[in-house]
């Protein structure tokens, strides 16, 4: 079993910065991945990143250059930074692990809200 907590989410202004953290608990172990996603308002949930536990990071082409994503593995924290924000990133972010026996474990989520 996998428990994550996330936090750090809020109201920002555009242009603004927020982070996000992810914090497991539970069978560390079988987590080889980070996968971090989103879904706005009336929208499909969708994939932003993904970190591997080696660092290697896949970023979606929305959120490139504006969004950092890294690990402190003695923490057992995944972190979202996010930078220059806009309107349309406005969305609860979800972190989801990639797992060893394919289980499929979510964050709670974290509302984020870029507005004026």
């Known amino acids: 079993q996998v428990q994550l907590v996330q936090s750090g989410g809020g109201l920002v202004q555009p242009g603004g910065s927020l982070t996000l953290s992810c914090v497991a608990s539970?069978?560390?172990?079988?987590?080889?991945?980070m996968g971090w996603y989103r879904q706005a308002p009336g929208k499909q949930r969708e994939s932003i990143a993904t970190?591997?536990?080696?660092?290697?990071?896949h970023v979606d082409d929305s959120v490139k250059g504006r969004f950092t994503f890294s690990r402190d593995s003695a923490k057992n924290t995944w972190y979202l930074q996010m930078d220059s924000l806009k309107p349309e990133d406005t969305a609860v972010y979800y972190c989801?692990?990639?797992?060893?026996?394919?289980?499929?474990?979510w964050g709670n989520g974290t509302p984020v809200t870029v507005s004026s």
């Open positions: 970190i591997t536990n080696g660092g290697n990071t």
């Open positions: 989801h692990p990639a797992t060893l026996d394919g289980t499929d474990y």
């Open positions: 539970g069978s560390i172990g079988d987590i080889y991945a």
